[in-house]
């Protein structure tokens, strides 16, 4: 059974950090690429940053280019989001997901999500 994991979220203030940690198991994580999406208060889902299998290349949405890096750790199974100088419309749960199809491919199963709040 596929199982992702996130952790790390919280309540920040404006221009600060947080780093999100997304914990997979149930399948072969260095196979696959995967991504991040959050979901703002009454809004839809938003693609946030893809990373391929290697981790060799990234994507990201324009909204978060150059304050968001996401990377993984293959031996640990494990996903990671780095958010820098973050503003108050970052705020939002934010889920980790498995992408078929490489880094510009289709995210397939998402986990539950983890809370940021970055409000002052």
């Known amino acids: 059974e596929v199982q992702l994991v996130e952790s790390g979220g919280g309540l920040v203030q404006p221009g600060g950090s947080l780093r999100l940690s997304c914990a997979a198991s149930?399948?072969?994580?260095?196979?696959?690429?995967m991504s991040w999406v959050r979901q703002a208060p009454g809004k839809g889902l938003e693609w946030v940053s893809s990373i391929s299998k290697s981790g060799s290349s990234t994507r990201y949405a324009d909204s978060v280019k150059g304050r968001f890096t996401i990377s993984r750790d293959n031996a640990k199974n494990t996903l990671y989001l780095h958010m820098n100088s973050l503003k108050p419309e970052d705020t939002g749960v934010y889920s980790c997901?498995?992408?078929?199809?490489?880094?510009?491919?289709?995210?397939?199963?998402w986990g539950q999500g983890t809370q940021v709040t970055v409000s002052s």
């Open positions: 997901a498995k992408r078929n199809g490489g880094v510009d491919g289709r995210d397939v199963y």
């Open positions: 149930g399948f072969f994580f260095s196979t696959f690429a």
